[in-house]
């Protein structure tokens, strides 16, 4: 455990996949902020479990497609100091196929990925880069990579974001900050369950089983480190093989 630790936050981080990146970024010495939207106690007990295992953790809620509300959010934590580590996690689904699809169905998936990255990575770059070491790490999917039926609103969010991530690699390489997104398959959480049957998942995953949020913690947890350091720009799949 560092003495004087990073400071990491995970939008999102109440959730199944979320959670297993805050206890993970804590088991590897960084002060975790976990961050729901509006469940705040969902966040309040992961940030526990991590304190009750020795780590170092808080919980904040706050709408991160609120652009007013993240950033008074945001300049609070920063009085702490600045967070070295960003994972943007936080991410929706509302699944339509194209034709049917309403356009409040479109405006929630995008202002929730791609906006809700806007409002909480661009205040705290400055203040990354001023430490000249950082990590941004934004968590994708597999529909960014291969397209799904029915997602073309969640595609379209988790594919801008692989762009933004390549293009804001080359801005911050020179300041000792590397950005870069993951793209989990199917994995193994409460939101994933009623989506897809067991044969389902035998179908599609050359693996032949959903992936472990912690699977992908793990990844995560690489590209937090000092080790990563020379990885930057690259949208890395975890998907058992399916593409």
Same mark, same amino acid.
């Given at each position: ?6 400071? &990491? ?9 979320? $959670? ?5 970024? #804590?088991? =590897?010495? @960084?002060?975790?902020? %976990? ?11 992961? /940030? ?8 170092? #953790? ?39 196929? @194209?034709?049917?699809?309403?356009? /409040? ?11 809700? @990255? @806007? ?19 934004? *968590?994708?999917?597999?529909? +960014? %990579? ?9 595609? !379209?969010?988790?594919? #801008? ?5 390549? $293009?804001?690699?080359?801005?911050? /390489? ?6 870069? &997104?993951? +793209? ?40 937090? $480190? =000092?080790? !990563?350091?020379? *990885? ?12």
């Amino acid at each position: 455990m560092r003495t004087d630790p990073r400071r &990491a936050l995970v939008t999102g981080g109440s959730g199944g996949i979320g $959670s297993a990146i805050c206890r993970r970024l #804590a088991a =590897d010495g @960084f002060n975790v902020i %976990v961050h729901a939207n509006s469940n705040l106690d969902t966040a309040q007990a992961v /940030a526990a479990a991590i304190v009750a295992q020795g780590g170092q #953790a808080q919980a904040v809620a706050f709408d991160i497609t609120d652009a007013a509300a993240t950033a008074v959010a945001l300049e609070d934590l920063l009085e702490a100091g600045p967070i070295q580590v960003l994972v943007n996690n936080a991410g929706i689904h509302d699944d339509a196929v @194209f034709p049917g699809m309403q356009l /409040a169905q479109w405006q929630r998936v995008l202002d929730v990925s791609l906006n809700g @990255f @806007f409002h909480v990575t661009q205040p705290l770059t400055m203040p990354m880069i001023r430490t000249r070491w950082g990590r941004i790490i934004t *968590i994708t999917s597999v529909a +960014a %990579v291969a397209g799904n039926r029915g997602q073309v609103n969640y595609s !379209a969010a988790k594919g #801008a974001l692989h762009a933004a991530t390549k $293009s804001l690699a080359l801005e911050v /390489a020179s300041r000792g900050i590397t950005v870069n &997104a993951v +793209a989990p398959g199917i994995i193994d959480t409460a939101m994933s369950q009623g989506s897809f049957s067991a044969e389902a998942i035998n179908t599609m995953v050359p693996m032949k089983r959903a992936g472990k949020a912690e699977e992908v913690a793990d990844l995560v947890g690489f590209l937090a $480190s =000092d080790r !990563a350091a020379y *990885i930057s720009g690259q949208v890395i799949s975890i998907n058992g093989g399916m593409i």
